[in-house]
């Protein structure tokens, strides 16, 4: 199937102009495949010129261009050509679809739970036309009015209003990706706020925990609404507002106006984090933010991706953090979403936040990364404290203004700023959104008895505009709070100068800018001391950020971060960075450390997730993060053991369905436990989320034949659904079982390509991400990986996938040597 090009993209949209699509779709049939028929009406700018329309069918039944059928043997992949257009235009293409297995198209899920059957539409990037045929590109926006045949009893639900019988209200127009079906016996719950009905779906198997959790995502539903209507001055615009969570999801969630779709593992069936909610609270902002910034106003091409994801990513956290309960969402963002964007913007694949040119649709899915998402939100944070909120909204009211409904460019936002603004913001937009690349910032003080004689932020790399907070501490206490704006490799802070030394200087408090931060000599020597005692979580996310991506470029060593986590964690009383932290830590540990120092490392690792489970209040967040950070790291297998049988575990942790699956996972890898214990925990819970847990764990078991039935799994099977497929690839690789998985290497570069062919783009990449040998930390590895990317036959997205896990296995080589 080819993908559709820029530059074709770009003569289309010159040539037609849709009017309105009518889809039929019937899914009262077998198991396999649904019937579909389409009806688009366009014009074209010339009479008697010739296009195309994307359809992906299992079987195209017929194709009617103004009356006249077309013949069906002219499907060219996924192309039908369309010749001698009129001025005016109708298209009728009857087709037989095919459900999906892998979250692309209309995907078809029997939960195992009860045995029913649930339908989802997954239309992004390309798989539109999966369902119903269409000119699948963002700039040919329109109206779309559906027709569903479904089983009696079933709740349907789609973009627009029902109006009974099936029958869905014409849509305001929309870009095809944007299409959006449910289709089962979902759970309901719905509300209306501010004259906007709302509603919530869920399979019935999660009823109860949807009906748990409903107040509060009402909750935060209604109280961004207003924020968002109180920042835009533009209303939502697209009726109701409707928040499915659906099975076997691969994101983690899809901005469809109408009917919102996210990943169902967002329904907690066992106890979470207040982490975890604070998350979920920030999906629901963030694609609540995508009302408008990707579907009232749509990015014309994919090179403007940053358009929809950077703005919703940053408004997201912004919102979530001023009108939720988690008033931290950016302390959060800071250590696990600003980290991956660290992480991308230093691989040989980095990109600009807005590339001058994304070639088509398959190149447009490798930009879905921590630059498109993280890098791009925190440039516009840097930007807003730049030009101060008035100007910022006052230009977004106006892109949202002109704009309406259609699409637009990087030049009509920044013309709308700089309107707005009385700015001129090309040389901002040009170091920032047009070139790649992170910057380090550090702090140089020179002092001179016990007084600053000067202090000076330096920043290293092609250097960039920044207005940054440099916070003074003397001890844990902030003495001052300094704003600092420059543009240059060197700026020298005169208010500091003849001020009495601090204990640490931290570069970027309040965490404005996009930047690596290094702390200087003194400070760095202060901040295992200084950090337990800082009031603001912030800014000690920012110091275990220093501290990691210090460890990650090779400036510290490992043994630096145990040291901190053996001294600072067992104080800390945010759960969100305890799991972060823990996360970060035991990531590095694992590639950054030969078996046996790993092994040794783990041990005090272990002992401060104790230490903290003694502080902290039972049955709490904090005591739930720790455990399983103790889960994570032990090789105490007597001891995990005593915790599944009601022995020896800390007052107040409920040994839950999910934590007793964490606890089976933990044994499996150190053979303390097998397929006996396996299938029973799966009978006592036969659930979607059960099946995965067993996935994982059977792929991790340390047998020679498990690890081949995994493999085949991974490199084979197209029958099992997308998510357990990618279960098998989480849980094979394993740092304690390097010897039993070492010949499984060279076979990941050699199947890998063709395993990749066998599946849809979404689906290959997140199985081959996770089947990559990361634990492989070799010479050998690097060689075979090498190889793979010299050959020309390999797709876009698993080159880029093995140049990134590449890119990682010679930082660990550094840092093992």
Same mark, same amino acid.
């Given at each position: ?613 003694? !502080?902290? #209040?039972?049955?709490?967040?904090? *005591? @739930?993060? %720790?455990? $399983? ?7 105490? &297998? +007597? ?33 303390? !436990?097998? #397929?006996?214990?396996?299938?029973? *925990? @799966?009978? %006592?819970? $036969? ?7 067993? &996935? +994982? ?42 010897? @039993? ?56 997205? @698993? ?19």
């Amino acid at each position: 199937m080819r993908s559709l090009t820029r530059a074709e993209a770009a003569e289309r949209a010159e040539l037609l102009a849709v009017e309105s699509y009518a889809v039929e779709l019937d899914v009262t049939g077998g198991d396999e495949r649904f019937r579909s028929t389409t009806t688009v009406r366009f014009r074209s700018a010339r009479a008697g010129a010739a296009t195309f329309v994307e359809v992906k069918p299992a079987r195209l039944w017929s194709a009617r261009l103004n009356g006249v059928d077309l013949d069906v043997a002219t499907l060219d992949g996924n192309r039908l050509p369309l010749p001698a257009l009129a001025e005016a235009n109708e298209l009728v293409v009857e087709a037989e679809m095919a459900y999906s297995n892998t979250g692309e198209g209309l995907h078809r899920f029997v939960d195992p739970a009860d045995g029913e059957t649930y339908l989802y539409a997954m239309s992004f990037l390309d798989d539109a036309e999966r369902i119903f045929a269409c000119f699948d590109q963002p700039d040919l926006k329109a109206p779309l009015a559906l027709t569903v045949h479904a089983p009696e009893g079933w709740v349907v639900a789609a973009n627009g209003v029902g109006e009974g019988d099936g029958r869905f209200g014409a849509t305001p127009p929309l870009a095809t990706y944007f299409f959006s079906l449910i289709a089962g016996p979902y759970h309901v719950r719905s509300d209306e706020h501010d004259g906007i009905p709302l509603g919530l779906y869920c399979r019935r198997s999660l009823a109860a925990h949807l009906d748990k959790d409903a107040d509060e995502i009402f909750e935060i539903t209604k109280a961004c609404l207003d924020r968002f209507h109180e920042l835009f001055g533009v209303r939502y615009p697209f009726g109701k507002y409707d928040q499915a969570f659906v099975p076997e999801f691969n994101a983690g969630a899809m901005e469809n106006p109408g009917l919102v779709t996210f990943r169902d593992d967002y329904v907690f069936r066992s106890v979470v984090t207040d982490g975890e909610r604070e998350w979920r609270a920030t999906v629901i902002a963030h694609e609540m933010a995508h009302m408008w910034f990707g579907d009232l106003v749509t990015m014309r091409w994919w090179d403007d991706l940053w358009l929809n994801e950077s703005f919703a990513e940053y408004l997201g956290v912004r919102v979530t953090a001023e009108v939720t309960r988690f008033d931290r969402a950016w302390t959060t963002f800071g250590l696990r979403r600003k980290a991956s964007g660290y992480v991308a913007d230093q691989r040989p694949s980095t990109h600009p936040v807005a590339p001058e040119e994304v070639l088509d649709g398959a190149h447009a899915l490798l930009n879905f990364d921590g630059i498109s998402y993280a890098k791009g939100a925190s440039v516009l944070r840097q930007l807003v404290a730049w030009l101060g909120d008035d100007a910022f909204f006052a230009g977004l009211r106006a892109y949202f203004a002109a704009h309406r409904f259609g699409n637009a460019t990087l030049a009509d936002l920044l013309d709308a700023l700089a309107e707005a603004s009385g700015r001129d913001l090309r040389g901002w937009a040009e170091v920032w959104l047009r070139q790649s690349g992170v910057n380090t910032l550090r702090a140089e003080p020179t002092i001179v008895d016990g007084r600053y004689q000067s202090v000076h932020i330096v920043q290293t790399c092609s250097p960039r505009p920044h207005r940054v907070g440099l916070g003074v501490y003397d001890g844990p206490v902030l003495r001052r709070l300094v704003s600092v704006d420059f543009d240059g490799e060197r700026a020298e802070v005169p208010e500091l100068a003849g001020e009495p030394a601090a204990d640490l200087l931290l570069v970027n408090a309040g965490d404005l800018t996009f930047a690596k931060v290094r702390l200087d000599d003194a400070s760095a020597a202060a901040a295992t001391r200084i950090m337990p005692g800082l009031d603001d979580p912030l800014d000690r996310a920012l110091l275990w950020s220093a501290t990691v991506d210090s460890v990650r470029d090779g400036d510290r060593s490992p043994a630096d971060l145990v040291a901190l986590v053996v001294t600072a964690l067992p104080l800390e009383t945010a759960p969100m960075v305890v799991e972060e932290v823990l996360g970060l830590t035991r990531d590095l540990l694992d590639r950054y450390l030969d078996p046996v120092p790993r092994e040794i490392a783990l041990q005090p690792v272990a002992m401060a997730c104790d230490r903290l489970l003694i !502080a902290a #209040p039972p049955g709490g967040s904090l *005591q @739930l993060a %720790a455990a $399983r950070g103790l889960i994570e790291a032990s090789t105490d &297998a +007597r001891r995990l053991t005593g915790w599944l049988k009601g022995k020896g575990a800390p007052d107040g942790l409920r040994i839950d369905t999910d934590l007793r699956w964490a606890l089976w996972y933990r044994l499996v890898v150190l053979g303390a !436990a097998g #397929p006996k214990q396996i299938d029973a *925990q @799966l009978d %006592a819970d $036969r659930s979607a989320t059960g099946q995965q847990w067993a &996935a +994982r764990c059977r792929a991790a078991l340390p047998d020679a034949a498990a690890k081949e039935r995994a493999w085949r799994i991974i490199a084979e099977d197209t029958e099992l659904s997308n998510r357990l497929v990618e279960a098998h690839a989480e849980g094979f690789w394993q740092p304690e079982q390097a010897e @039993l998985t070492k010949s499984y290497v060279e076979r990941y570069f050699a199947e890998m390509p063709a395993a990749a062919r066998l599946r849809t783009p979404w689906s290959a990449d997140r199985v081959a991400k996770r089947a990559f040998p990361r634990f492989a930390v070799a010479k050998s590895t690097r060689k075979a990986a090498a190889a793979l990317l010299a050959r020309d036959d390999i797709a876009p997205s @698993l080159r880029r996938i093995v140049i990134d896990a590449d890119d990682d296995l010679r930082r660990a080589l550094a840092a093992r040597g």
